[in-house]
């Protein structure tokens, strides 16, 4: 599931190709897509737009148009967001905006999961309201990670809660605990200032560092033009239990008792 880094690179591809374009037209292949609308009125509200920016926000991207509604894609399990000017129908789309001559872009979705949504100014202030602050912006800072983790929820439940924190996910949240030397399952409000301190590092760095990669590609993420991400080769933890921790040598566990997602973490050096 794509979170912060590869909704970035995403966004960064795209945005050279759509900012400024006209939407002249949309088509819904997939009703179930959109909330609280119907093909024909999102149509509508979109129809003669201009794209003024392309941005993200956690781990959606989001369009920004010039009478200042907002269309969010949230990705899910496999979308994903392409350019194409083909005019051969891609099997797994679910939606498309014709931007004219800037071409199509294509929301494409094999589990069909993802979700469109079209938000006024209000809207989108309560959407951005319910989620956490973002871990690669200057304003994000140790104390903000601290107000973060409150609660006795596990440490990694608390750092994938998007409204605690925006953009991490089960991958990032692995890498970044290891780093720390933290146990995933340790109790949010019970790490000390020193480990909040490591944690707020480790989190930035990491994502940092994957953005940079273009992202991690385990099965399906692809950039916006289309590649596999490099950041997979370059996992620390997440995939690797039963191997051997990198910085000990000792085995790396897996269990899925935290969050029933896989957890991969050194039972020696993350306590
Ligand atoms: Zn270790």
Redesign the pocket.
Known sequence: MPELPEVETIARDLRPGLTGARIAGVRVHRSHILRQTTPAAFARALRGRRIALVTRRAKHLVLVLDDDARVIFQLRMTGSLYVTDARRRDPYSVLELDLGDRGHLVFRDVRRLGIVLRLTPAGWAAYTERLGPEPLERAFTAAKLARALSGRLAVKKAIMDQRRLAGVGNIYANEAL?LA?IDPSRSAAGLGEGEIAALHRSIVGVLRRAVRGRGTTIRDYRTGTGQPGTFQGRLAVYGRGGE???????R?ALTHAIDQRATHF?????S
């Open positions: 290891w030397c051997p921790c990198l910085r000990c040598g000792h790396l050194c039972p020696w050096c993350q």
